[in-house]
């Protein structure tokens, strides 16, 4: 298996605009969580999926963050507009049936907002 | 959701034992106790993870004392590439339990 992987691998955009990144989980896995890491913040858990269904959005920052899950294969998380402080590596992690089983996560996409 | 506390850093040397000490005081009955190990530029890999006792595999080992309110991740001889932030998380494993949450991990640095 690939592993769980993240698109795009960097993303430099101005203040403003939107920002889409792009997940693909493990095969047969069924959780799915997208973190966000800063040096002030560390690693902050956004919103996290079980069977394609949002669980727990409480870490979400502000309305203009949003997350879909279409299908077990594809998560998206969008920045709408974007602003200088959403600059972090944001990953995105996969579990095979139940939270709180071994996370697998991708190589995150580093964001920069300018 | 419980709480973890682990040191901020730690040095150690090449060939040497490193312990790691994570405290959970308010570790629930159905919490795991798991670890990760993250290098820069790198997503958090799965180390160990157990419930109570002694868990070994290949790359470590983790005690759990009776009252499962810390643990300590021991890793045996360590080199310079173990060098790396290892986080210690409580989690429910049950369907649709709680939240993983990162603490602030604790920074190994392993010197020659």
């Known amino acids: 298996d690939a592993g769980v992987i993240q698109s795009p691998r960097h993303e430099v955009t101005e203040m403003g605009q939107e920002v889409t990144l792009r997940c693909k989980p493990i095969?047969?896995?069924?959780?799915l969580f997208w973190y966000r890491q800063t040096m002030m913040r560390g690693l902050e858990l956004l919103i996290y999926f079980n069977n394609n269904v949002p669980i727990d959005d409480s870490g979400m920052p502000e309305d203009r963050f949003s997350a879909k899950m279409p299908n077990a294969s594809f998560s998206t998380l969008k920045i709408q507009p974007s602003e200088p402080r959403d600059s972090a590596v944001y990953f995105c992690?996969?579990?095979?049936?139940?939270?709180?089983?071994?996370?697998?996560f991708g190589s995150g996409t580093q964001l920069s907002v300018l | 959701l419980a709480k973890t506390t682990q040191p901020i850093s730690m040095d150690s040397y090449e060939g040497q034992e490193v312990n790691i000490t994570c405290s959970h005081n308010?570790?629930?009955?159905?919490?795991?106790i798991t670890w990760y190990q993250q290098f820069p530029s790198q997503g958090p890999r799965f180390i160990i993870q157990?419930?109570?006792t002694k868990v070994t595999n290949e790359v470590a080992s983790l005690f759990i004392p009776a009252d499962r309110k810390s643990s300590t991740l021991s890793l045996p001889r360590v080199s310079l590439s173990d060098t790396a932030v290892y986080y210690c998380l409580v989690g429910d494993r049950g369907n649709q339990g709680g939240k993983l949450i990162f603490g602030q991990g604790t920074e190994l640095s392993v010197k020659p």
């Open positions: 308010n570790i629930a009955t159905n919490d795991y």
């Open positions: 157990g419930y109570k």
């Open positions: 992690a996969s579990s095979k049936d139940r939270v709180g089983e071994k996370l697998f």
């Open positions: 095969s047969g896995h069924n959780s």
